[in-house]
Structures are given as structure tokens and as C-alpha cells.
């Protein structure tokens, strides 16, 4: 069964652009322990939405989990981990943070009430929900 996540970046750090140009990136980095078990929940085939933080405030592209969790090499202590991720495609439209507050289904999604977190899981009603909006 397929989940769906969503992910947040800083485009001045690692954009969409970013994304499609490499064709894959490991996702490191996360320090974050609820997002980091998102991380190892997330499975081959899961659906992701890249978002872009602090700037744009907006999803940009539906990307896809090409390899699931394993020890994130950039981490100097602890137990942390990474995925790799390609891109799908871009959105038509970025969808921003106000569309989706501004819609009832999307109101209590993590995005809205956890902004902070970096890894985020949607149902497949939110995910669709957004990916409709662009």
C-alpha cells in the first residue's frame, strides 16, 4: 500500500531545481526524531511532495521514495537516517502554505500544525487535495 509524505527545503539550500538537475539526492540531514521516523516508515514507490520552506512557502513537485531508510552518512552522533528521492514532476502551479490553510480538508494537516517538522505524512486525500489545487 502506498503512503504519501511530504517534504520541506530551503530552495537557497536544495531547491526542486536542485532535484531534477541530480535525477536523485539522499534526503540527510534530518535531525529532527518524528521526522526521522517518517523517514524509516517511508517505503519504495511512496509519493512525496517537495516543498519549498521559508521563501516561497509552496509546494513545487511530487517526487518518489527510490530507496528506503538507511544510516544518514552526514550525521557525526546519534541514530539518524536518509532515503533517496527522485523526481515525478512539477506541480502545474506551486500550491502555497495560504491555499492551504485557506482549505477545510488540508486545516489540521502536520504542515499547518507541526510547521517546524521536516517530514511530514499525508493521507491520500491530502496529498491528492494539494496535488489538485496546483
Known sequence: MKNYWLV????ASYSWDDLVAEGKTTWTGVRNFTARNNLRSMRVGD?????????????????KVVRTAYPDS?????????VDL???????NPVTLDQIKARPRLKNISLVRQSRLS???????????IVRLS
Open 86 to 92: 527522485a523526481p515525478i514532476k512539477p506541480l502545474g
Open 74 to 82: 552526514t550525521a557525526k552522533e546519534g541514530d539518524w537516517s536518509t
Open 47 to 63: 509519493e512525496v511532495l517537495f516543498y519549498h520552506s521559508v521563501t516561497d512557502k509552496a509546494v513545487v513537485g511530487v517526487a
Open 8 to 11: 520541506k527545503s530551503e530552495p
Open 119 to 129: 517530514v511530514h505524512s499525508l493521507t491520500a486525500a491530502e496529498f491528492r487535495e
